[in-house]
């Protein structure tokens, strides 16, 4: 922190997935800075999630230092995807011209099937996000993949025993986007399900502080 991270103005912190997980394209930033939304909104990820730090976070130290930084998580651990690889590339470079440290050569192409390779479609901005955890341990069957919008009330999850007998579900506690879930068939109590995104409304505020229970 003392040597490397105070030198900077600008952080951008790439990640994957941990082990066992897999996760969407996003960014986690505090959309309340004007400076970080705007470097979030630059990457063009598939979802943006609001949070304001304060929570032992690379990003969160660095913000208290006053250094404008995100995270930006890139998919699975393990795996080269090509093209969250190419979209995240293409992100930081778009942040480092905005900021006039490179000139990127290039014009945003109209809606096509060129517009894909430099992002997806439509970025969703959520509020918050939490995970959401297992009661009981046992073989874990997670059904919505990551990207995909859910409804209150809908089965996201079971644990069964190892005669496939069903032990517990879990139903969405409320409406959102999965931004991430567990990919590890092999569960213990208050392990991970899936991570839901709050998709803000237009007439929301975003919350001064904002946090996730990771």
């Known amino acids: 922190m003392n040597k490397v991270i105070s030198q900077f103005n600008y952080l951008i912190d790439l990640h994957t997935a941990s082990f066992g997980r897999v996760n969407s394209y996003y960014v986690r930033a505090d959309m309340n800075d004007p400076v ?60 480092l011209d905005h900021l006039e440290m490179y000139t990127l050569d290039y014009q945003e192409p109209a809606a096509s099937d060129d517009q894909v390779a430099l992002g997806p479609p439509n970025t ?25 919008i859910i409804r209150k ?12 007998n069903v032990v517990d579900e879990y139903y969405a506690p409320c409406s959102g986007i999965v931004i991430g879930r567990s990919s590890n068939p092999v569960a213990m109590s208050g392990d991970r399900i899936i991570h839901l995104g709050v998709i803000k409304k237009k007439s929301e505020s975003l919350p001064k502080e904002a946090k996730e229970n990771y």
């Not at 009330?153 to 496939?164: E, M, P, S």
């Open 36 to 95: 970080s939304a705007i470097m979030a909104r630059l990457q063009q990820p598939q979802i943006v999630l609001h949070n304001s730090g304060q929570d032992g976070t690379l990003r969160s130290a660095a913000s208290a230092r006053g250094i404008r930084a995100i995270t930006v998580e890139i998919g699975n651990p393990q795996l080269f995807q090509s093209q969250y690889v190419q979209w995240s590339y293409i992100g930081v470079m778009r942040i």
């Open 124 to 148: 969703i901005l959520c509020s918050k996000g939490f995970w959401i955890y297992t009661k009981t341990g046992g073989v874990l069957e997670v059904y919505p993949g990551v990207n995909t």
């Open 153 to 164: 009330g809908d089965l996201i999850a079971r644990i069964k025993n190892i005669f496939g």
